[in-house]
């Protein structure tokens, strides 16, 4: 309900239809009253007549004129006073038709009446002569403004085909394979390191080049986790493992698209980096980069001046479950290399059993080993990565050995409600269903993207051994859902459509391309662009924002990372999905 009204509104004060309005607009007609322009028909000059004569006349016969002027004074014509709904109406009318007057169609021939030009009610058109309870200076303003008065009625006809028309755009069909190709770019606008000579996303330059030097190791390359600079080993991870899982289910419809290379360059850019962050069978590097004082700056990446301080889990400070998702990674990568890149493959695979068995034999969680990891991707236990390491690592080489550990160890994970960087069990049970078969709140996408590739992965699955997955009907699936299919008609990928979130948190998305403005822009300096109301100058193709609540409520906002953030976790599981959805 909207806000009450506990005074009524009288025709002796106020704004209403006498008092002092009526009396301001009297005397002022009474010093500038000019001669009445004669005319043909009802106060309007002959030359006025044949261009809104019949569309006047239709307009004063009509429906909708009797509505309007019943409305506007808010009761039937006849009964005396005014009533507040009138009162309101004659206000909110002469501010939307001063701000109409600005912005639209036509003034007034010259002659008919204004407040200044004093031509009285013979002046006015018939219609509005008929108008028995509106205020004098309200008519003096609407015959000022009569032809867009006139025009109304084709003006709303006009914004309800503009509202028809995108309604279907909104509900067109969503171009799968656009969405594959910019959830591709995604990832080369997530490089860091020396970027390639083929590189798409020009905006980028090269950054974090020194990246390990602290520790005597390089580690350049890889990917920054979202809108920041630093680079995450857990959630990394992941991405590498989701990306893979989708090239090795989907590799057919990726090629047929033309993204298969694409996506591949994308899982090898993130494979060099892990075997580099893998200095020995029981060292792993699982984060450059100091989270609090990354977010204390708004920095482009190639500008960085933040400390790049390399952190590593070891046999005297264990991280099974990091060190558990990274076998994971290097076990489904090799299965994606395994026929273009058979060599590759095997490095990859030999880093995968070393991990598996580090994580095995130095058991701990991460965080505790090393804390300020911890206080951006907290691990809840390791026993899913355990499994997850053992099914990549049975799927990759068939050797008995880890399916006997998967079959000793004791919890399949149960019932579970999601899948994400933190909790893997359901992709366990779906490559357990293949191999056997065959031979938040936060960033709320991020599980729906991960869910949607179990899904599309594991129905797949079982049709291969005449099996189906049975799921309630609907009419707009998740993924539909985050490329534009919802309430707000927004795509929820940075790029994709022609309304998406163009404030997104994102350093370097946000501030001016180092190509453009080479400039050094200093630690607190970028704040004034986190700051601005204006859209991120460079659009970073592909990112899969945070999302909106659970009321379809989205703020497109950098100070709201919790809806407005994309990192890579969102957008890996993506890509396999949008494959198999765009043939």
Same mark, same amino acid.
């Given at each position: 309900m909207g806000p009450s009204c506990h005074s009524r509104g009288s025709s002796r004060n106020g704004l209403g239809a006498g008092g002092g309005e009526r009396s301001r607009w009297h005397a002022n007609r009474a010093k500038t009253a000019r001669p009445k322009i004669q005319s043909g028909k009802r106060g309007v000059p002959p030359r006025e007549r044949g261009r809104r004569g019949v569309a006047a006349e239709v307009w004063e016969r009509s429906a909708t004129a009797g509505f309007v002027r019943r409305a506007a004074v808010g009761r039937r014509p006849g009964l005396a006073g005014l009533s507040r709904l009138q009162w309101l109406t004659g206000a909110a009318g002469r501010l939307a038709l001063a701000l109409a007057g600005g912005l639209v169609l036509q003034p007034a021939p010259e002659g008919l009446a204004t407040p200044e030009g004093g031509a009285g009610p013979e002046a006015w058109p018939a219609w509005m002569r008929r108008w028995p309870r509106v205020d004098h200076y309200s008519k003096a303003l609407l015959t000022h403004y009569h032809y867009i008065i006139m025009a109304l009625p084709r003006f709303f006809f006009l914004l309800l085909w503009l509202e028809f028309f995108l309604f279907i755009q909104s509900h067109a069909a969503i171009d799968y394979a656009q969405a594959l190709t910019k959830s591709l770019l995604f990832f080369e606008g997530q490089r860091s390191g020396k970027l390639p000579a083929n590189q798409r996303v020009k905006w980028r330059g090269d950054s974090a080049l020194k990246d390990g030097s602290d520790a005597g190791v390089d580690l350049t390359g890889g990917y920054y986790d979202a809108g920041d600079n630093v680079k995450f080993g857990f959630p990394y991870a992941f991405t590498i493992t989701t990306l893979a899982w989708g090239i090795i289910e989907f590799e057919k419809q990726l090629a047929t698209k033309n993204e298969l290379g694409h996506a591949m360059e994308a899982l090898k850019w993130g494979t060099d980096y892990l075997i580099k962050a893998h200095t020995s069978p029981n060292?792993?590097? /699982?984060?450059?980069?100091?989270?609090?004082?990354?977010?204390?700056?708004?920095? !482009? $990446?190639?500008?960085?001046?933040? $400390?790049?301080?390399?952190? @590593?889990?070891?046999?005297?400070?264990?991280?099974?479950?990091?060190?558990?998702?990274?076998?994971?990674?290097?076990?489904?990568?090799?299965?994606?290399?395994?026929?273009?890149?058979?060599? =590759?493959?095997?490095?990859?695979?030999?880093?995968?059993?070393?991990? &598996?068995h580090f994580a095995n034999d130095h058991r701990g969680v991460y965080q505790q080993s090393i804390p300020v990891a911890g206080k951006f991707y907290s691990s809840s236990g390791f026993d899913d990565e355990f499994q997850w390491a053992a099914v990549w690592l049975f799927h990759a080489t068939y050797d008995k050995t880890y399916s006997d550990y998967l079959a000793n160890f004791g919890s399949t994970g149960g019932v579970r409600s999601l899948f994400s960087w933190d909790d893997k069990w359901v992709g366990v049970q779906s490559i357990v269903t293949k191999v056997c078969y065959g031979g938040k709140p936060w960033n709320n996408f991020q599980y729906t993207t991960a869910a949607m590739l179990v899904i599309a992965a594991h129905s797949d699955h079982l049709a291969s051994v005449q099996t189906n997955l049975m799921c309630d009907s609907t009419t707009v699936t998740p993924v539909d859902y985050i490329l534009g299919a919802n309430p707000k008609g927004m795509s929820y990928m940075v790029g994709f459509g022609s309304k998406y $979130?163009? @404030? &997104?948190?994102?350093?370097?998305?946000?501030?001016?391309? /180092? @190509?453009?403005?080479?400039?050094? /822009?200093?630690?607190?300096?970028?704040?004034? =662009? &986190? !700051?601005?109301?204006?859209?991120? $100058?460079?659009?970073?193709?592909?990112?899969?924002?945070?999302?909106?609540?659970?009321?379809?409520? &989205?703020?497109?906002? !950098?100070?709201? =990372?919790?809806?407005?953030?994309? +990192?890579?976790?969102?957008?890996? +599981?993506?890509?396999?999905?949008?494959?198999?959805?765009?043939?």
């Open positions: 060292v792993l590097y /699982i984060e450059v980069g100091d989270g609090d004082s990354d977010h204390d700056c708004w920095m !482009r $990446p190639e500008d960085m001046t933040t $400390p790049r301080t390399s952190y @590593k889990v070891d046999a005297s400070h264990p991280g099974s479950d990091v060190a558990g998702e990274t076998s994971a990674a290097f076990a489904a990568a090799s299965i994606a290399f395994r026929r273009s890149n058979p060599q =590759y493959a095997d490095v990859l695979l030999t880093h995968a059993k070393q991990l &598996f $979130p163009v @404030k &997104f948190h994102h350093r370097g998305a946000s501030l001016p391309s /180092i @190509k453009t403005n080479p400039r050094l /822009i200093a630690c607190k300096d970028g704040f004034n =662009y &986190f !700051r601005s109301d204006r859209p991120n $100058p460079n659009v970073l193709d592909g990112a899969v924002v945070g999302g909106p609540d659970a009321n379809d409520q &989205f703020d497109d906002n !950098r100070s709201n =990372y919790q809806q407005s953030e994309g +990192p890579t976790v969102n957008t890996a +599981p993506l890509v396999g999905l949008l494959a198999r959805l765009a043939v």
